[in-house]
């Protein structure tokens, strides 16, 4: 049985009762389903999988939530009211919960809340009371505990915030992994992402800003954004940018009392729930002056010299910047969701001056990993749906007789659709609506290849549909010869109208069933494309495919001798298969049973600050 909760030495900075007390009864432990072909192997029953971004419904919610959010999330900024009503420390106190050895040890995990296997692979090993890294050469290990603050980076579920998913996809993997600890108690320090900011804020706010336990670790924070105090003269930062990549005014100047704490040597980690100097090197856009953005003001004005390192997720993998000054800006964001390319957007050198140092996965396997979009409808099987329909539409819009003409016909049968496609004006609405509709949709990432690349990516889906098409009214009248519709005695139906309509309804099938597959290759092809050799469409090339895998986080050490040691830890495979422990609340409620499962190691050797 878990220790009774005892207040930290760290005392809060406010007068806001905490729940000190117990943190509740204990979560029933998950229900247990065998996996089909496996004696031992076991999951959670009703357990998630990673999101089908092109999955039909989840297309239609995505496009929905982008909306919503875009044409209210500016004007209903939560942020505003919780500055109000919502109490929060100047900052919280840890500079005296060194251990006994004198260090303190933190970590930081973003991007979560997405397939069961590839979050709850995360959540161990955040749980565990020790973790052993070996660098990549296998001979030096390191021997790390686990992190006295937890720290969620942003986009704490996928692939919106609700109560519900939230629940299924965030606390159950997380609790699989720890539902009670021991005193001294972790504690858990969250800022939102934009998947977070989908529904205003107010799930997250109820989870993680109402003092709970979560998963054996206390909640304490009370807005969306807080300042924690370090040993030996450390911050860490949390900032909530909100949608539009910026912090409203109160953010603003609740950090700016908190720089008037902070001694003229003192050192801050700052995270963000984006990486804006990997965003900022790819754009084209001139950077504007620090009083167009309020963030940039953080960063140059209130904080200043004192940052040594940035923190931020968003973009699902590892890469680490460095300039000559020794500041470093690290991405990582491998807590669960779908891996993110290394090698676009592409960001050797940013606008500062700093440069690439390491990448996990490293840019040849990420763009290896790229060419699995050849094979789209294997990842998104049911994103055929969508081309199948818009195929068999744009071919009944331009139908033609044209099921008794051959290869060697080609002219005339393209003569005789373009004839109908003019007497049918909406024929020609349609064709447009779909160039101009993807044309719109390609990334601006393409800069001056945006029209071309978009409106090739229009017209080749209409070819092939034009060839689909033609192909299955071929096949039907030429080849298969007779009505696919049988009378009630048995025998095929007679010419006439069963015949025709036969003939009809089988060519659309076949037409439905091209599109299906003919579609996703299309799709893929372009997306391929525009990733490997354009650097685009990374987000779209790669949620595709939903990769579970190369995950990681961090784990920071602030030394007695008041150095920031950060350790960089990879998963390169999560597993697949899971086995029960049997253990208690304190301990995992399964480990991995899939040999093919890597361990976990270091990304790269610790780096010191």
Request: hydrophobic share 40%; aromatic share 10%.
């Amino acid at each position: 049985m878990a220790a009774e909760p005892t207040k930290p030495s760290g005392a809060r900075r406010d007068d806001t009762p905490a729940p000190w007390d117990d943190p509740g009864p204990l979560p029933s432990p998950p229900h247990l389903v065998r996996e089909r072909g496996s004696a031992t192997a076991t999951k959670p029953q009703k357990h998630a999988d990673m999101v089908r971004w092109l999955h039909p419904t989840q297309v239609l919610r995505t496009g929905l939530d982008a909306v919503v959010a875009t044409v209210f999330g500016a004007r209903a900024d939560h942020r505003l009211i919780e500055a109000v009503v919502r109490p929060q420390a100047p900052f919280f106190d840890y500079s005296d919960e060194a251990g006994a050895d004198g260090d303190l040890w933190l970590d930081y995990v973003s991007d979560i809340g997405d397939g069961w296997d590839s979050t709850y692979a995360v959540a161990r090993l955040l749980a565990l009371p020790e973790l052993k890294l070996p660098e990549e050469d296998g001979k030096t290990v390191h021997i790390t505990p686990r992190g006295r603050v937890l720290v969620f980076g942003g986009d704490e579920v996928y692939p919106g915030a609700s109560r519900e998913t939230y629940e299924e996809r965030t606390v159950q993997p997380y609790e699989a992994a720890m539902r009670r600890s021991q005193a001294p108690h972790p504690d858990l320090f969250v800022i939102p992402g934009n998947h977070d900011w989908y529904d205003g804020l107010s799930a997250f706010m109820r989870l993680f800003c109402a003092q709970r336990w979560v998963a054996g670790r206390r909640t304490r924070q009370s807005r969306s954004y807080f300042a924690l105090k370090l040993p030996h003269d450390w911050w860490l930062i949390g900032t909530d940018v909100q949608l539009n990549s910026d912090i409203d005014v109160p953010q603003v100047e609740y950090f700016r009392n908190v720089a008037e704490q902070m001694g003229p040597n003192d050192r801050v980690i700052l995270c963000n729930a984006e990486p804006a100097w990997i965003l900022a090197a790819a754009s084209r856009r001139n950077k504007g002056s620090y009083l167009e953005n309020n963030l940039e003001y953080l960063e140059e004005k209130v904080l200043g010299r004192r940052i040594c390192v940035f923190l931020a997720g968003d973009l699902h993998h590892y890469r680490r910047h460095e300039d000559d000054t020794g500041q470093h800006r690290i991405t990582a964001g491998g807590g669960g969701a779908f891996m993110h390319p290394t090698h676009a957007p592409a960001a050797p050198v940013l606008r500062d001056g700093s440069t690439l140092r390491k990448s996990f996965p490293d840019e040849a396997t990420s763009r290896k990993l790229a060419r699995k979009n050849l094979l789209l409808i294997r990842y998104s099987p049911l994103f055929g749906l969508i081309t199948g329909l818009w195929y068999l539409l744009l071919a009944l819009a331009a139908y033609a007789e044209v099921g008794s003409l051959g290869l060697s016909q080609l002219p005339q049968v393209v003569t005789t659709v373009a004839n109908n496609m003019v007497n049918r004006p909406w024929t020609l609405i349609l064709g447009l609506v779909t160039v101009g509709g993807l044309t719109g949709l390609a990334d601006a990432a393409l800069g001056k290849w945006r029209a071309l690349l978009g409106g090739l990516h229009g017209l080749a889906h209409i070819a092939a549909a034009f060839c689909v098409a033609w192909g299955g009214v071929y096949f039907t009248v030429s080849h298969l010869g007779i009505c696919p519709v049988l009378t009630p005695d048995g025998a095929h139906c007679a010419d006439g109208w069963m015949h025709l309509a036969g003939k009809f309804l089988f060519s659309c099938g076949l037409t439905f069933v091209g599109g299906f597959l003919v579609g996703p290759f299309i799709t893929g092809l372009y997306l391929w494309l525009c990733v490997n050799f354009f650097g685009a469409h990374s987000n779209e090339a790669f949620g595709s495919l939903a990769l579970p895998d190369w995950k990681n986080f961090l784990r920071l050490r602030i030394g007695k001798d008041g150095v920031l040691t950060i350790y960089p830890v990879g998963l390169e495979r999560v597993p697949r298969k899971w086995k029960p422990t049997g253990a208690g609340p304190l301990a995992p409620a399964f480990d991995p049973d899939d040999p093919k499962a890597t361990e976990p190691f270091l990304i790269e050797p610790p780096i010191r600050i």
